[in-house]
């Protein structure tokens, strides 16, 4: 038992030479205790604690917030688009099918480092969105899908971060804040009010988006299986099967949002009263 534990012990702390010492003393990177208990508490405030603290108050109007809010984080996910496209994915320097680690201090290597930080940083910002569902009372908007893909990211993008901050696995950050960069346009013009209703009729395809991003990011991690490549293949079997956990669920959020409310509304229709006449009469 003693030489089992020294085992795990001598491995450990292996693994933690193996980290990128860049990023040492940056907030919430030296240890994935942080994230885990922020991640926790997160989970508790969502479906407990927030909740029964607004029941009997209430709902805030944040309109003004929410505005500020999304233009923030619109602005926030561009950079990081920017940063991840300009000097990672879209320079030409990256490739799609086997991009290592560059743990240089170079420009380049730096900027992709930082932002995939700030890309760490903003899955905690994140989850304002459900503070803001609790103020309004919007509860039926807290769904287990937002709770989970909101509360799990932090905590398991933390692994990533310390350990290859750039590379392959930064390709799921470049797609994901292209997706967000979309998707807080949407609440931008959801929180204008109901003049510009009648412009958010592309909700569907936003979720279709978000679900072409898992496929994507999931296809880019798991084609390491059949590619010799100098990035460690169990981080990309970490964000490949995270991905796929993620589609499934966004699936199942598309079936029970678009396909049975849909077919529902068409059957009610079809056996309203009105309707049942006019069968009639045509018979």
């Known amino acids: 038992m003693a030489s089992l534990i020294q085992a795990v012990i001598f491995e450990k702390q292996r693994l933690w030479e193996s980290r990128?010492?860049?990023?040492?003393?940056?907030?919430?990177?030296?240890?994935?205790?942080?994230?885990?208990?922020?991640?926790?508490?997160?989970?508790?405030?969502?479906?407990?604690?927030?909740?029964?603290?607004?029941?009997?108050?209430?709902?805030y109007d944040l309109r003004g917030v929410l505005l500020v809010y999304n233009v923030f984080q619109i602005l926030s996910n561009s950079w990081i688009f920017y940063e991840l496209g300009r000097y990672g994915?879209?320079?030409?320097?990256?490739?799609?099918?086997?991009?290592?680690?560059?743990?240089?201090?170079?420009e380049a290597a730096l900027r992709i480092l930082?932002?995939?930080?700030?890309?760490?940083?903003?899955?905690?910002?994140?989850?304002?969105?459900?503070?803001?569902?609790v103020l309004r009372k919007k509860n039926n908007q807290i769904t287990t899908l937002h709770v989970l893909h909101h509360g799990l990211l932090p905590m398991n993008i933390w692994p990533g971060l310390r350990f290859t901050a750039g590379g392959h696995a930064s390709f799921f950050a470049f797609l994901n804040a292209l997706v967000h960069i979309v998707m807080y346009f949407y609440y931008f013009l959801s929180a204008m009010g109901p003049s510009v209703q009648k412009y958010l009729g592309w909700k569907k395809y936003l979720t279709?988006?978000?679900?072409?991003?898992?496929?994507a990011a999931s296809i880019h991690c798991f084609q390491l299986i059949f590619v010799d490549c100098d990035f460690p293949i169990g981080f990309?079997?970490?964000?490949?099967?995270?991905?796929l956990l993620f589609l499934c669920l966004f699936i199942k959020f598309y079936k029970d949002t678009y396909v049975k409310k849909k077919g529902i509304?068409?059957?009610?229709?079809?056996?309203?009263?009105?309707?049942?006449?006019?069968?009639?009469?045509?018979?």
């Open 114 to 133: 930082r932002a995939s930080y700030w890309f760490y940083i903003t899955k905690f910002i994140d989850f304002f969105d459900t503070l803001f569902f």
């Open 20 to 59: 990128d010492k860049r990023i040492d003393g940056w907030p919430l990177t030296s240890s994935p205790l942080p994230s885990v208990i922020i991640c926790c508490s997160y989970f508790y405030f969502a479906k407990v604690w927030g909740p029964k603290f607004m029941k009997n108050r209430q709902a």
């Open 265 to 283: 509304t068409r059957g009610t229709i079809s056996r309203s009263p009105a309707i049942q006449r006019k069968k009639k009469k045509n018979q």
């Open 208 to 215: 279709t988006f978000q679900m072409i991003q898992f496929v």
């Open 89 to 106: 994915w879209l320079s030409g320097n990256y490739s799609f099918i086997c991009q290592p680690v560059d743990y240089s201090n170079s």
């Open 236 to 243: 990309c079997w970490w964000i490949g099967c995270q991905e």
